[in-house]
């Protein structure tokens, strides 16, 4: 015999019912990354490096943030391209974003091909902060403490120190570069697949200097492994108060900045890209990792995705400028 079904158990299959509709209809408004369970960071910047150490920083607020498990991708190949080609590729899902520095402007004047337009196969989310770069030596190949005993060391020596960056083209090439052009020595460049092995060969002394960001040296200068010779900001930071700018070591014009930005792939919708932000600017203002930026010296001043795309633009025009003026060569 069928059992007649009650008006109680009829209005809560009903609940049921609008329920899931509901349900339904704010999944499909909400930004597929909402949905997926997984947002991945992909760094074109190998483990070590001033902006794996951010991102790893505030993973846990991102996460939280962002209602989903973080990953972090290092992919440092070919000084960051490979990468960034891999996140152009990558759908526009938001499923996929970057912690990127200021390389990525840089890159369209040192590379005569590259296998992306920047920034029009991108899309920029926020730029998010600077942080500190400092030019640091190996104690045991380098007698020089300051400045002034650096540049006379370099002078005495023409041609014959290596110094280190991450990659050719790379915000810390272009920093020693121009470094040695206002100083008005010579040494020989090193380029490494990354900052990660280019300390390593820093401390073991297979090449002399290199200008790093803070957070990836900071322990090794505390424990005496590199020595800082200056900061390259037009002041100190309050990371590091004791190592002078080298403004106030007599070489006024030279100041280098670093930013760093989150950016996602061509073709973003805007649901995304505020998802995105948001996501950001929440978990920067987490205070854990505002007490974790401050430590590296990172200076957070987060700007909007219009103020982004601005900032891009600009960028790479002013970056065009240095690199003719410190003389490298597109390869």
Known sequence: MQRKTSSDELNFTRRQALGALAAAGLASAMPAFAQSGTVRFILPNATGSGVDAITRAAQPALQKALGATV????????????????????????NTLSVVSNNVVIFPSVIKTLPFDMPGDFTPI???????????????????TNAKEFIALLKSKPGQLNFASGGTGTILHLASEMFLEEAGVTAKHIPYKGVGPMVTDLIGGQVEFGVAALPSVQSQIKAGQLRAIGVCAGQRTPAAPDIPTFVEQGLPNYTMEAWFAVIGPKGMSAAAVKKAHDAITAAFADPAVKETMAKQGNTINIGTPEQAQVAFRRELTKYAALVKKAGIEPQ
């Open 71 to 94: 990953i972090v991708d290092n992919q440092p190949g070919a000084g960051g391209i490979v990468g960034l080609q891999q996140l152009a590729r990558s759908a526009p899902d938001g």
């Open 126 to 144: 926020a730029v998010v902060g600077a942080t500190p770069m400092v030019m640091v030596v190996n104690p045991a190949k380098v007698p020089a």
